[in-house]
């Protein structure tokens, strides 16, 4: 089946520590975002790819890094100058026509200890 | 300032009534898209929904359908014959601009509950 593939699903980090979301897709869709989502909050975008080898600052960049090497796979590194990292991500996809939407994967949620 | 506003508190309805849950935007571009996607407890975003800035009728899918009213900047969701599977959350998202820039900003959700 195609799909957005998130991993891992929960994750704990000491605090100082680079952590690694993977987010990989076998839709062929050429957009591709990571999202950050804090308890009762809606959804925030961090950054955000629209094709390979290029992306871009979302509105919550700060403290985070990512890299589109190859069309289906965009992983977010939560560094340690994130201030507060405790959040579930969700990583998303899109075509670049039609209707726009994003499809979504199931999340990581990353707790810092 | 807020792109999209849902300000609704948490709502509890009774199965098989009709709900429609309040979404505002605010944008000076002529060309945009409003969505809604629900988001159950296990987390995942879940497309429901889709109208565009042009469209001259309100968007319909299966149950669901978009009361978009352009000059209030409203896009309400309907949720006709509720089911327990509909208890969630709801989320309100926008797009501006063309369709090649899918970015979304997304509202603060509302949260349903349908009781049997």
């Known amino acids: 089946d195609g799909g957005i593939t998130q991993s891992p699903k929960y994750l704990f980090r000491k605090e100082g520590q680079n952590v690694t979301l993977s987010c990989e897709q076998n839709?062929?869709?050429?957009?591709m975002y990571w999202y950050r989502q804090d308890p009762g909050q809606g959804l925030r975008l961090i950054y955000y790819?629209?094709?390979?080898?290029?992306?871009q600052k979302g509105d919550i960049a700060e403290g985070y890094s990512v890299s589109r090497e190859k069309k289906e796979s965009f992983p977010l590194t939560v560094t340690s100058a994130q201030k507060n990292p405790t959040a579930f991500y969700l990583c998303?996809?899109?075509?670049?026509?039609?209707?726009?939407?994003?499809?979504f994967g199931e999340g990581s949620r990353l707790t810092v200890l | 300032a807020q792109k999209i506003t849902q300000t609704q508190p948490g709502m509890f309805v009774q199965e098989k009534e009709a709900v429609t849950l309040d979404c505002t935007y605010d944008?000076?571009?002529?060309?945009?898209?409003l969505f809604w996607y629900k988001q159950p407890s296990s987390g995942e975003m879940i497309f429901l929904i889709y109208q565009g800035s042009y469209d001259q009728q309100n968007a319909t899918e299966g149950r669901y359908s978009l009361n978009f009213q352009k000059a209030r900047k409203s896009a309400n969701l309907v949720i006709s014959a509720s089911q327990l599977g509909d208890s969630a959350m709801y989320f309100c998202a926008m797009r501006e601009g063309s369709r090649g820039n899918n970015r979304l900003a997304f509202g603060k959700g509302n949260q349903v509950v349908v009781i049997p």
């Open positions: 998303a996809s899109s075509i670049n026509r039609a209707t726009g939407e994003l499809f």
């Open positions: 839709l062929n869709h050429d957009a």
């Open positions: 790819s629209q094709i390979v080898n290029d992306f």
């Open positions: 944008t000076s571009d002529p060309s945009y898209g």
